[in-house]
């Protein structure tokens, strides 16, 4: 890490007000150089090449926010700090009353590079062997096949490296990050992953018909998504990506070539320490 930052970029949640009131502040207060800047998190497109000069990007958000700006900053290999001003915070590293203290920490040299894996999807369309039509679509936290707009379960088979692992009948199937663990997967039931690990999390939400547990990938696993029977459904990337499929298109899932950088001055325990109270649970004498 170098020992001082210039270029810090700002990536705020345009639907929190208070969101552009601290990204503003923060260039202002803490006197950042001339060629920082700020933008809402729904207008990064745009974003790209200057994302390339810059040696940070901090979000004012929440997790959503930090999933739409590593759009941008995972393919430039940028680390991002979140600031959080929304729920959960799984991802972000500051609260907003503690965040114009201790930024400065950051970009001046504090802290360490935490890396989190991404996985990326293909679809491909035609039944077998078609050719790729869409993609790679990169993600932070998951990949999602599930049921569209009518209220019917979707047939989905499934395949890792290649082996038939499951058909299932249900109404979506999830492959997730460790980073994603505690998102969707975590809601259906699936197991929480430390932030840092490699492995995947297969989870199908809702099967009526074959597997319904959780499968733990390796991170060399490479998954394939058949959509079949006679249902259509949608692909969703992140949340933020959909998709429309057909009977007989399927997706392929591996591991990215692209890397999520976190910034972090927190101890590495700080995941652990903090993850019954972001999930709404408290310890006896806390």
Known sequence: MASL????????????????????????????????WISPAENLENLRPQVKDTDLVVTAGGD?????????????????????MGRLGFMTELQVHEALEK????????GRVDVHNMITARVFRGAGGGEV????????????????AVSRVVTIRTTVD???????RADG??????TGSTGYSLAVGGPILDPLSDSLVLKPVAAHVGLSAALVLS????????LEGAQEAVLSVDGYFDLPLEPGDWVEVEQSPLKAKFLRANPPNHFYATLTRRLGFSIRGQ
């Open 64 to 84: 959503g926010t930090m999933l739409r700006a590593v759009r941008v900053t995972a393919p430039c290999a940028v680390p991002m700090v979140g600031v959080n």
């Open 162 to 168: 290649g082996a038939e692992v499951a058909s299932l």
């Open 133 to 148: 039509v869409e993609g790679p679509f990169h993600a932070l936290n998951d990949v999602v096949l599930s049921r569209g």
């Open 5 to 36: 930052m210039n270029t810090i970029g700002i990536i705020y949640n345009a639907r929190i007000p208070e969101a552009l009131d601290l990204s503003t502040a923060i260039v202002n207060e803490l006197s950042l150089q001339q060629s920082s």
């Open 219 to 226: 991170p060399k696993n490479k998954v394939g998504l058949y």
């Open 173 to 178: 199937i999830i492959l997730a990050t460790a």
């Open 103 to 110: 930024l400065p920490g950051y970009y001046n040299g504090g």
